[in-house]
């Protein structure tokens, strides 16, 4: 209820201070396990992702988020589950797989960090669709989050993972390149 009740609040913030315009959510599945991989430019882009999907999201957000008081709940009903930064966090990636093993969305920004994306991505958005079966959904958040000034996100065609299920560290790397890619020619393709 309190996510539904936000995302009826940021599509309208979104919408007017930073003129949101969304492209491609016929590619989204309605249900079963998804991974939305996107590049990472801004604290802003988990709830600009949200915004438009028809689905909750999940994302890992970085574990001293949770020790804030009043902002650990937030991000909690908003979908958020705390991640260890510097590290694999054991607890982290089960809960993931977890989620995408009931069905659920889980946002990804493969880079790890916020900016460019011109550098490699990490494994673990490849890992967990491929070990969940989960539909990949390469996207770009395109735009500098300036006031009045337009925001866009394009969500993609799905990736077939199928011939990267072998589970080798080279397949995973292969599986993360071809993400990576996916989301630069959204990017290449759509920049103003």
């Excluded at 991505?121 to 539909?135: E, F, P, Y």
């Excluded at 890619?181 to 920049?191: D, H, V």
Aim: hydrophobic share 45%; proline share 6%.
């Amino acid at each position: 209820m309190i996510y539904r009740i936000l995302r009826v609040v940021a599509r309208v913030f979104f919408g007017v201070v930073f003129r949101l315009q969304v492209s491609g959510l016929e590619n989204i599945p309605r249900q079963g396990p998804v991974v939305i991989c996107s590049n990472h430019i801004s604290n802003w882009d988990p709830p600009l992702l949200g915004t438009p999907l028809p689905r909750k999201i999940h994302y890992m957000a970085k574990e001293e988020l949770f020790r804030i008081p009043g902002l650990a709940w937030l991000i909690t009903a908003l979908g958020a589950f705390p991640v260890k930064r510097g590290g694999v966090s054991k607890e982290s990636i089960r809960v993931a797989l977890r989620l995408l093993e009931e069905g659920h969305m889980l946002g990804i920004f493969p880079q790890g960090t916020r900016g460019e994306t011109g550098g490699m991505g990490k494994k673990g958005a490849a890992s967990l669709a491929i070990r969940t079966n989960a539909i990949v959904i390469p996207t770009a958040i395109i735009g500098e989050y300036r006031l009045f000034r337009r925001m866009k996100i394009v969500f993609g065609e799905p990736i077939d993972l199928d011939e990267y299920k072998n589970g080798t560290s080279e397949s995973l790397e292969k599986a993360t390149d071809r993400i990576m890619e996916g989301i630069r020619k959204l990017i290449s393709a759509n920049k103003a």
